[in-house]
């Protein structure tokens, strides 16, 4: 049990039962968006940094908005590299800088989120995956440009469901200026794995 405090009192709430897997999740709606983050984004071969805010939307997805949001408390993705950037497809992160970090949540996979029919645009943010059940920490960002085509098939596998957006205009935001000259990773390209 929990409680919060609004103008006309406190409120309690009792969190459901739990389903079968133990899990119990509570979803404020209230007046808010979502959760807002900052990101401090290094460009032009560390000359400069911009921010890039994203828009956390735990109704969406609420397994992977807590994964992501927990990652970033415990200061996951500090310094991590966009390890691969592919225009008008999608911006993918999450090798963490610190390797013991990284070894530890390599095999703490979280189970997928139920799709509620969010489709997926240009700057919408999803976990990567291998395969049903498999999300660990790397996530992705859809870039400006996509097509629609691709746009459709984002969604498809059980692990991508968006849990977050780039917050304002994606075509201007630094998401749509990073570097992106090394190429996609094999097979769907001749960049370095």
Same mark, same amino acid.
């Given at each position: 049990?929990?409680?919060?405090v609004l103008p006309d009192?406190?409120?309690?709430?009792?969190?459901p039962?739990? !389903?079968?897997l133990g899990e119990?999740? /509570?979803?404020? #709606?209230?007046e808010?968006?979502?959760?807002?983050v900052r990101?401090?984004?290094t460009? !032009?071969?560390?000359?400069s940094?911009? @921010?890039?805010?994203?828009? /956390?939307?735990?109704y969406? #997805?609420?397994?992977?908005a !807590?994964?992501f949001?927990? =990652? /970033?408390?415990n200061g996951?993705?500090?310094?991590v #590299? =966009?390890n691969?950037?592919?225009p008008?497809f =999608?911006t993918q992160f999450?090798?963490?800088?610190d390797?013991?970090m990284?070894? @530890? =949540?390599r095999? @703490?996979?979280?189970?997928?989120?139920?799709d509620i029919?969010?489709?997926?645009?240009?700057?919408y943010?999803s976990?990567a995956?291998s395969?049903?059940?498999s999300?660990?920490?790397?996530?992705?960002v859809?870039m400006?440009?996509?097509s629609?085509?691709?746009l459709?098939?984002f969604?498809? @596998?059980p692990w991508?469901?968006?849990?977050a957006?780039?917050e304002?205009d994606v075509e #201007?935001s /630094?998401?749509a200026r990073?570097?992106s000259g090394?190429?996609?990773m094999?097979?769907w390209?001749?960049?370095?794995?």
């Amino acid at each position: 049990e929990f409680s919060y405090v609004l103008p006309d009192g406190r409120h309690y709430v009792v969190p459901p039962p739990p !389903n079968s897997l133990g899990e119990q999740f /509570v979803i404020l #709606a209230g007046e808010s968006e979502g959760f807002r983050v900052r990101c401090e984004i290094t460009t !032009n071969s560390r000359e400069s940094t911009e @921010n890039l805010d994203i828009l /956390v939307k735990p109704y969406w #997805a609420p397994r992977g908005a !807590n994964r992501f949001l927990e =990652l /970033v408390r415990n200061g996951y993705y500090d310094g991590v #590299a =966009l390890n691969r950037v592919v225009p008008q497809f =999608l911006t993918q992160f999450g090798i963490a800088r610190d390797y013991e970090m990284r070894t @530890n =949540l390599r095999e @703490n996979t979280i189970l997928d989120d139920f799709d509620i029919g969010e489709k997926f645009k240009p700057g919408y943010i999803s976990f990567a995956g291998s395969g049903p059940d498999s999300r660990t920490t790397e996530i992705f960002v859809v870039m400006p440009g996509t097509s629609q085509h691709q746009l459709d098939f984002f969604g498809e @596998n059980p692990w991508e469901t968006p849990f977050a957006m780039v917050e304002g205009d994606v075509e #201007a935001s /630094v998401i749509a200026r990073i570097f992106s000259g090394y190429g996609d990773m094999p097979p769907w390209g001749s960049g370095k794995l």
